[in-house]
Structure formats: C-alpha cells, structure tokens
C-alpha cells in the first residue's frame, strides 16, 4: 500500500527564522499533493497544496514544492512567528482516491 | 457558520456502551470522511461516503457503522465499546471524491474507562 514518511517529527526554531517540512511518499500515480496544519483542540486545516504540473506554489510566508521524480514534497515557512506552532501534516493521495496523511510534524516557534 | 460541525466535542463512557458521533456539513459537498487520530496524532481514514454511498471502508471492526441518512449528514455509530476505541474522531468533507480539498470539524474526543 501507499507508504508516506514526513521528516522530521518535531521542529524547534527561532522566531524569524524558516522551517522546512520533508514528505515523501511511494505512489507514483499520486497527483495532488496538500499540507495541513492542526492546532490544539481542532480539525486539521488545509494551509497549502499542489498539483502534479506544478513544480512549486507560493502563498504569502508559505510555499511547497514539489519533486515528482524522487517523489518528495516539502512545505517551506519563512519569517516564523509562534502563532505558527502546531502540528503539520502532509497527505499526498493515492491512486484510489485516499487521502493518506504523513506521520506529523511538531513545529514549535520560540519567541 | 460553522462549515463542519460535530458533536458532542468530548464523550466519555464505560466499555462495552454503544455511542454515536454526529456529523453535519453546510457546504454543500457531496463527499464526507471519518478519520481516527490516534495518542501519537496519527491520523488515518476509516470511511467515506459519497452522496449517502458507502465508497471507503478501511477495514474498521463492523462495530462501528457509518450511516448517510443525507449528503449533508454522516453519522458514525459504535457498538460494544473497547478500552483502543479511546481516540479523536474527525469527520471531513470535500466537494467531489479524491484530489480535493478536505473540511475538517473540530474532533470528539472519545475516552473510555
């Protein structure tokens, strides 16, 4: 079945500094590639995404690009603010329309 | 306004009960989601229906029984409940199935004594 491995688990940066979050999954047939961010007490919210004809998207501090080649997607925050602390997840979806969520990744942003 | 709205947000019950978690969209999409977050926040698909038809089911115990009544409702009923039930439930939806978008609502959180 589909294999997805997000890296790493838990993130620790500096206010203002950026923060890089690795997915990487096995179906070569996944085309949409999203990330999400989940804080404390809520439902995961969809914060960025991409399509397979897209190489990278940008979105004000956020961007994510995409390698479908070596099959890895990374979603990159500059300029990091606490209020960006939370727990992210990437869910690339496989080939029968499954939304397959990565391991998670902690990031916390120390004022 | 809320998009996605379950309840209750907390459920607390002895083992061996039988509860339900509703779920309620007002976005107008044809396909709803249950996912189980588990202590270590892995998150993982168990349903989804799409116009009231059962499309995934992940092989979940058939103690627990999704019910559509309509596109805008998914209902998630769990029978003889057990100690590794204890979780956060999630219900999502998207406006068509796959490569889309998901709405999540807020979690129940499930604890069982």
């Known amino acids: 079945g589909e294999n997805v491995e997000q890296h790493p688990s838990t993130l620790s940066v500096q206010e203002g500094d950026s923060a890089v979050i690795k997915c990487t999954y096995s179906?070569?047939?996944?085309?949409?590639f999203p990330w999400y961010k989940q804080e404390l007490g809520k439902g995961p919210q969809l914060i960025i995404d991409?399509?397979?004809?897209?190489g990278e998207k940008k979105d004000q501090r956020i961007a994510v690009t995409l390698n479908k080649t070596a099959k890895h997607f990374s979603l990159h925050i500059t300029e990091t603010q606490p209020e960006d602390s939370a727990v992210y997840f990437c869910?690339?979806?496989?080939?029968?329309?499954?939304?397959?969520f990565g391991q998670g990744t902690e990031l916390s942003v120390k004022p | 306004d809320t998009a996605v709205s379950q309840t209750p947000k907390y459920l607390v019950t002895q083992m061996g009960n039988d509860k339900s978690i509703k779920c309620e969209q007002n976005?107008?999409?044809?396909?709803m989601y249950w996912y189980k977050q588990d202590s270590k926040k892995f998150l993982k698909i168990m349903f989804s229906?799409?116009?009231?038809?059962?499309?995934i089911n992940e092989t979940v115990p058939n103690r627990f029984s999704p019910k559509s009544p309509d596109k805008a409702h998914l209902n998630l009923h769990i029978n003889s409940l057990e100690l590794g039930d204890s979780a956060v439930y999630f219900c999502?939806?998207?406006?068509?199935?796959?490569?889309?978008?998901?709405?999540f609502g807020d979690g129940t959180r499930l604890s069982i004594l």
């Open positions: 999502a939806s998207s406006e068509i199935l796959g490569n889309q978008p998901q709405h």
């Open positions: 179906d070569s047939a996944s085309n949409y």
């Open positions: 991409i399509r397979s004809n897209v």
């Open positions: 869910g690339p979806y496989n080939q029968g329309g499954k939304l397959i």
């Open positions: 976005l107008g999409h044809d396909t």
């Open positions: 229906y799409n116009n009231k038809e059962l499309i």
